[in-house]
């Protein structure tokens, strides 16, 4: 998957937002651009294609099936969050980082992020699939 797809994945969740990005808006539709994609690339490649072919398309949509697509680019996730400075030393998501680094503190006063932030996180980082993270956290602040 990469940046450009993520990007546009991100932002076609977005569309139908009429107001002026908040903040935290701004900060999640940025977030993807702190992530180092690049140096995962080429060794998972088989995996991004095969999800690309099979999954992107629906990720954000109703017909999205995490248990089946997610697990084909985790390793690649966990390459990615691990180069990005996301992920802990016992593979799990850096939660902290995330908000700090990714998102700048920016999301850190807006009450309903606080809200959504933890069943966003608990309903699409099974195999630390970041993208579904954002656009949930998006969806669900309606942005």
Do not use: H, W
Not at 16 to 42: D, H, K, M, R, W
Not at 55 to 61: I, P, R
Request: glycine share 4%.
């Amino acid at each position: 998957m990469n940046r450009g797809l993520l990007l546009l994945v991100v932002a076609a969740t977005s569309v139908s937002a009429q107001t002026v990005p908040s903040t935290c808006a701004n900060a999640l539709y940025l977030g993807l651009n702190n992530l180092t994609f690049e140096a995962c690339q080429i060794k998972y490649s088989t995996a991004v294609a095969s999800f690309n072919t099979n999954c992107a398309n629906f990720m954000g949509s109703p017909g999205y099936n995490g248990e089946v697509c997610d697990p084909i680019v985790f390793d690649y996730m966990k390459c990615v969050l691990k180069t990005s400075g996301l992920l802990k030393a016992d593979g799990s998501f850096d939660d902290a980082a995330f908000k700090k680094t990714n998102l700048q503190n920016k999301c850190s006063s807006d009450a309903k992020f606080s809200t959504v932030y933890q069943p966003c996180r608990d309903s699409t980082m099974k195999y630390l699939n970041l993208p579904r993270f954002i656009i949930c956290l998006m969806k669900k602040l309606e942005l």
